[in-house]
């Protein structure tokens, strides 16, 4: 899985200070710096509406079919994703997950199954049949990329969901990637989660 940001909304902490403290009006206590402290109480108080103001945007390539399946679920993004209506599907890759990979007679099985689903596939192609008709073939664990833009809110909301322990892990370890990213960029924002690199998890401190 490759994860790249795209963009992400300029001065986004400064912007998210100054809408803050339009609530308190309190204008007054803007210094050089401490849109970052007042940031981190926001976020410690649970006033997290103010953080809808920041918006990031990602794209996600070689990320199986049932990963952006969990992941289009969070109605607040939005979403633009590989059509397998458009395009030729003919030389898909897939993901096999470790439990698959590392037992042999597993993993045996399931390349011979994708390979007979890329015979049928092509075979359909053949006989005609579009690819939108073809795809329907197309196992969950076939290769997607996917562009999704959210809001800062929104962000938090799916690490804690799909980045906790009983989450599923292909989507956990993007979550993972994705927080290591925006981290950097906005510490104030989502300093606050903890990594375990061995659990691929997220945590709020």
């Known amino acids: 899985m490759k994860i790249e940001l795209l963009a992400i909304t300029p001065n986004v902490e400064k912007l998210i200070e100054e809408a803050g403290r339009t609530c308190y009006m309190s204008f007054d206590k803007k210094t050089s710096g401490s849109e970052k402290k007042f940031i981190q109480g926001l976020v410690k108080a649970g006033h997290t509406s103010v953080l809808e103001h920041g ?3 990602f794209r996600i ?3 199986s079919r049932s990963f952006t399946h969990q992941l289009v679920r969070h109605r607040l993004c939005a979403f633009s994703q590989q059509s397998q209506r458009y395009v030729n599907e003919k030389n898909f890759t897939y993901i096999t997950p470790d439990k698959i990979e590392k037992n042999p007679e597993a993993k045996k099985i399931y ?3 994708f390979e007979t689903a890329r015979d049928v596939y ?3 192609q053949a006989l005609n049949i579009i690819n939108e008709d073809a795809r329907y ?4 664990a076939v290769c997607s990329e996917i562009v999704f833009s959210t809001n800062f809110r929104e962000l938090r909301h799916i690490f804690q969901v799909r980045g906790a322990k009983r989450a599923q892990w292909e989507i956990r370890e993007a979550c993972v990637e994705m927080l290591k990213i925006i981290r950097e960029k906005v510490p104030s924002v989502f300093g606050d989660f903890v990594i375990d690199e061995k659990e691929k998890t997220i945590t709020k401190e």
């Open 137 to 140: 073939v197309l196992p969950n």
């Open 61 to 63: 390539k070689n990320a």
């Open 111 to 113: 390349s011979q199954f």
């Open 122 to 124: 092509m075979k359909l």
């Open 55 to 57: 918006f990031v945007t």
